[in-house]
C-alpha cells in the first residue's frame, strides 16, 4: 500500500463551462469531416458513459488536450479502439519507416510535430485514465525523444552529405560511424522525461571520424548543425514543436560552443568537471548520431563519474550538493499555492540530491549503485543497506505523486512548469484534474508528501554545516535556480543573475585561481560566508565585481581560499576593500600577497618611528642576494606597508595627520635604506667621487611628511665634492657632473622601474634649481648660489618644506644652513605680498577644482591654507625663525603663538587643514579617479563622516561649504585684499597728475 494515495479515478471537469464549450467545438469539427464514420463516432463518443467521462476530463480541465483531441478525431477513436499500448507502438514504427533522410527538412519538421502531438495525446489519455504507470509515461515521452532527434540528426547529416561537406561512410545509414554524437542528459537520458519537459543534451564531435570536405572548421560545421538540430525539435510552426532543447549542460556552456570536440570534452572533464558535473553525468547516454562513439565516451568517463577513492574534501564537496539548499528539518508552514514542486521544500530535486549525493560517494566502489533512473537508484541504496527500505518506499511513492502532480500540472496548457497556480480557482481546477474533490483534500496530501521528503532530505549528511546562508545557494548546472536568485537579491545584492553566472564561471574554472579541483572544492565551502560578507559592504554588487577582479589575477586559489578559511576575519576585510575602497581593491589585485602581511601580528598597530623603519628596510636588503632583489625586497616591503597605512586609514585606526606622517616616514626609510645600496651598485662601474658625497633634499608633501597614498616623490639631490676633481675614481671614470646626474638618474629608476614586484613611486625633480631646465643633480655651491640670487618666489614658498633625508652629517649641516640663510633673509614685503597673491591666481586659474571633494584646489582649500602658511614663513622668518618648519600644521600653530594671527584665525586654519586632510587621506586611500556622490559606497561615506568627526554625510558637507568659505575670507584678508591694494597704489603712483 502506498504512503501517498492518489485518486486513480477520472477526474472530473474542473471547469464544466470550458467543457461544454469544447464539445460544441467537437460537435462543430465533426460536421466539418469528410468521414461519416468518424461523425458518427464523435456523437456517439459523446453519449457514450465510458468515453463520455474520458470527455469531461479532458474537456473540462485541459485546453492543450482538448486543442489536440479535436485536431485528432481519428488518432482519438483508434486509441478508443485498440488501447494505448499497440497504438503507441504503431506510431513510433510508422514515424520511423515513413521518415527517410533524404526528404526535405520542412515535411521531416512536419511528421515529427505531428508524431509529438499524437504522442502527447496517447500519454496524456493513459495518465488520466490510470492506464500508465510512471514508468510507462516517462519511458514513452523520452523514446519518443531520442526517436525525433536520431531521425533529424539522420536526415542534417545527409543533407551535409548531399551538399559534400561530409563525406558519410554510410550514406544509407547517415548516424553510423558519422562521429557525430548527442548525448542525452538528466530525465531524457534516465528515460524519465516529464509531460512537457525540455530535453537536455550535449552535441559533440569525433574530428578524426568526421570526414569533413566543406570550406570552414570542423567546429563551424558541427556548431551550424547543432543550430539546424535545435530549430528542427523546437521552432513552433502550425503543427507546434516536438521538444524544447537546452545545451547548456555542456562544459563550461558560458565560453564554450554549441558542439565541442570529444577530446576537448574528455580534457575538460579530466581536469575540470566538478561534482554537480558527475552527478548529472549519472544520467548521460547516446540518443542519437553515433552511438558506439557515444558509449565509448560514457565509458571512458566512468572514472571520471565512480571515483574510488575520494578524500575528505571531495567526499564534502559532494555534500555541497546537498548542503547548498537550504534543508528545513520540519516546522514552518508550506504554502501550497505557487510552491514550486521541483525546486521548492520537499520537491523533487531534493529526492534526486538524496539519491545522486550517495551515488557519487559510494559509487566508485559499488556497482550495483551505478544506475541512472532516481527510483532504481533509492532501491538500490537501500538493497545495499544505505539507507532504510521504508525510507526508500516513502521517497519512491512521493516521487511518484510529484511526477503525476507535475504531469497534470503541465499538460493542462503544455507549459514547461513545475510551480502551482498561485489563483485559488486555477489551483482547484489542477486538484480537480489530479483527481481530488477539492482544494483541501489535495493541499493536505501534497503537504504530508513534501515534508516527508524535506525530512529524508535534511536528515542526509545533517552533521555537515549548511551552505545555504538562509535560502538556497545553489551554483550548479547551466541555468539559474530561482531559490538561488532569491537569497541573494534578499542579502542585498540587485545583480543576483549575473553574480550566479560568474560563481558558476569560477567553478568552471574560467580563472588560474579556480582550475584545480581542490580550490573549487574550498571555494564552495567560502561561498556563503563570502556573499554574506560582500553583502554587508555598501555597494554589495560593486564589491562582487571587484573581487572577482581580484580572483582573475590570482595564480592559484587554493592559499588564499585556505587563508580565509583559517582566519574568517581576513574575509570580512577584503570584502570591506572591496566594497568600500576602490583603490585599495585595485592595489589588492594587482598583488594579491599583500594579504599575507596582515596575518602579522602587528598588521593593525601603528608603524614605528623612522629610525626602526630605516632598521626593518636594512635588514630586509641585507638579506637579499643581488641588486635586482634588493630592488624586489623594497617593493614587496614598501607595499605592503602602504597597504596597512590605507587599511588603517579606511578602518579610522589612523587620524589623517597620521597617516600622512606614516606614508612619509615609509618613503623615507625606503631611500635612507635604498640610496647607499644603489650608489654602491654604481661605484661598481664608476667608483666614488671624493667629498662629502651626495644627499637628497624631500620636497613638497614627503618634506612636510603630509604624504597620501598617490603622492610623488619630491626630490633635490645635491653633491659636494674635493675641489679640483677631474673625474671619479672607478674602472669607468666619470666627469663629476656626470658621475652625480647619472647616479641620480639610477636613483630615480630605483625607485619608478616596474619589476615583477611592481613600482615604489613615482618621483619628481621639477623643483630643483631652474626646474626642467637645470641639470638633474645640483652642488652644494651652486645650489647656495642659486637660491640666494637666482630663485624665484615660489621656490622659496617651496623650500619651507624642503628636508634633508639622505646624506653625510657634513653635508646635511651645509645644507641646513642653506635652506635656514634663504629662508630668514629679510625680504621686501610688498613684492612677496604681490608674488605669492599673483601666484595663487595663476594656480587657481590653471587648476580649478571640479567639485567640493577636490579638497586640495578647492577655493579655500589645502593649497589657500598652504599658501598663508608659506607666507607667513617668508614675511616674518627674519624676526621669528622659530616660524621655520615642514609641517603645516606646526607653522599655524607658531604663527599663532606669535601672533603673526590671531587665535581664531589660527584655530579657524588648524581645523580646516585637519579636515581637508581628512577628505584627501581617505580619499586618495580609497578611490580612483574623481569622487561622486551619487556612485560612492555608502560606507565610504561613513568612513569620511567618521575621518572629520562628523555626524551624518550632509553635516560633512555643509561642514565643508562652510569651512571653504572660511578660509577663502581669510585668505583674502590676509594676502589677496592687501595684494589689491598695493597694485591699485602702484598703479595711481604710474598715472601722471
Known sequence: MPIFDM????????????????????????????????????????????S???????????????????????????????????????????????????????????????????????????????????????????????????????????????????????????????????????????????????????????????DYRGRRSVEEFTVKLARELVR????????????????????????????????????????????????????????????????????????????????????????SIKRQINAHKGGGKIAVAGHNIKLGRGGIREIEFFAQTQQLIRGGREAALRVARTVEALDALAAAGHIDPSAAVELRDAYAFLRRLEHRLQMTDDQQTQTLPGDPTKLRALAVFLGFEGTEAFAETLTAVLRRVEAHYASLFEDAPSLSAGGNLVFTGGENDPETLKTITDLGFSQAAAICGQIRGW????????????ARE???????????????????????????????????????????????????????????????????????????????????????????????????????????????????????????????????????????????????????????????EFAHQHGHVPGNGAAIIAMGKMGSREMTATSDLDLILVYDMQDGLDSSDGIKPLAPSVYFARLTQRIINALTAKTGEGALYEVDMRLRPSGNAGPIATSLTAFAQYHADMAWTWEHLALTRARVITGSEPLHQAIREVIARTLQCRRDPDKLLLDVADMRLRMAREHKAGSPWEVKNLRGGLIDIEFIAQYLQLRWAADHPTIINTSTSAVLAEATRLRLIDGGQGDLLMAALRLWSAIQQVLRQSVEGAFSEDTAPGRLKEVLVRATGSTHFEGLRVLMAESAAAVRDLYDTLIEQPARALRAAQENKEIPS
Open 522 to 680: 574550498m571555494l564552495t565551502e567560502l561561498t556563503p560566508a563570502l556573499l554574506a560578507a560582500l553583502a554587508r559592504t555598501a555597494d554589495p554588487d560593486q564589491a562582487f565585481h571587484r573581487f572577482d577582479d581580484f580572483l582573475s589575477r590570482l595564480p592559484a586559489g587554493v592559499p588564499l581560499f585556505a587563508l580565509f578559511a583559517a582566519n574568517p576575519s581576513l574575509l570580512d576585510l577584503v570584502a570591506e576593500i572591496m566594497g568600500d575602497a576602490p583603490r585599495l581593491a585595485e592595489r589588492l589585485a594587482a598583488n594579491t600577497t599583500l594579504l599575507d602581511s596582515v596575518l602579522s601580528r602587528d598588521f593593525f598597530d601603528p608603524l614605528p618611528p623612522t629610525a626602526d623603519l630605516i632598521g626593518e628596510a636594512n635588514r630586509l636588503f641585507d638579506q637579499a642576494v643581488d641588486y635586482q632583489e634588493i630592488l624586489d625586497a623594497a617593493r614587496r616591503w614598501a607595499n605592503e606597508q602602504k597597504f596597512r597605512i590605507g587599511v588603517q586609514t579606511l578602518r579610522n585606526l589612523l587620524d589623517p595627520e597620521q597617516a600622512g606622517r606614516h606614508l612619509s616616514d615609509l618613503a623615507e626609510a625606503v631611500l635612507v635604506a635604498l640610496a647607499p645600496r644603489v650608489e654602491e
Open 232 to 319: 528542427m525539435m523546437e521552432e513552433r510552426t502550425a503543427d507546434g514543436y516536438v521538444f524544447r532543447t537546452d545545451l547548456r549542460l555542456r562544459p563550461d556552456p558560458g565560453s564554450t560552443p554549441l558542439a565541442i570536440s570529444l577530446e576537448a570534452a574528455e580534457t575538460y572533464y579530466e581536469g575540470f568537471g566538478q561534482n554537480w558535473e558527475r552527478a548529472a553525468m549519472i544520467k548521460a547516454r547516446p540518443v542519437a548520431g553515433d552511438l558506439p562513439s557515444g558509449e565509448a565516451f560514457v565509458r571512458f568517463l566512468r572514472p571520471f563519474i565512480w571515483r574510488k577513492y575520494l578524500d575528505f574534501a571531495a567526499i564534502q564537496d559532494i555534500h
Open 52 to 210: 463520455r467521462g474520458l470527455l469531461d476530463a479532458v474537456f473540462g480541465n485541459s485546453p492543450f488536450l482538448s486543442h489536440s483531441l479535436i485536431r485528432e478525431p481519428a488518432f482519438f477513436r483508434r486509441l478508443i479502439e485498440e488501447g494505448p499500448d499497440p497504438v503507441y507502438r504503431s506510431l513510433i514504427a510508422d514515424l520511423v519507416t515513413e521518415t527517410r533522410p533524404d526528404e526535405d527538412t520542412e515535411s521531416i519538421m512536419r511528421r515529427l510535430r505531428v508524431a509529438k502531438r499524437r504522442a502527447a495525446l496517447l500519454i496524456g489519455l493513459a495518465d488520466i485514465q490510470g492506464l500508465w504507470s510512471l514508468d510507462q509515461i516517462t519511458g514513452g515521452l523520452s523514446r519518443l525523444a531520442e526517436t525525433a532527434l536520431s531521425l533529424a540528426t539522420a536526415h542534417l547529416l545527409h543533407k551535409a552529405h548531399l551538399a559534400g561537406d561530409i563525406v558519410l561512410p554510410h550514406p544509407d545509414e547517415p548516424e553510423r560511424d558519422s562521429g557525430l554524437v548527442i548525448l542525452g542528459m538528466g530525465k531524457l537520458g534516465a528515460r524519465e522525461l516529464n509531460y512537457s519537459s525540455d530535453i537536455d543534451l550535449i552535441i559533440l564531435y569525433d574530428e578524426a571520424k568526421i
Open 507 to 518: 567553478h568552471h574554472g574560467r580563472v588560474r585561481a579556480t582550475r584545480s579541483t581542490r
Open 7 to 50: 485518486p486513480h479515478h477520472l477526474p472530473l471537469p474542473a471547469d464544466p463551462l470550458m467543457a461544454d464549450h469544447n464539445y460544441d467545438h467537437w460537435q462543430e469539427a465533426a460536421l466539418q469531416w469528410n468521414d461519416p464514420g468518424l461523425a458518427a463516432f464523435a456523437a456517439a463518443a459523446a453519449q457514450n458513459d465510458a
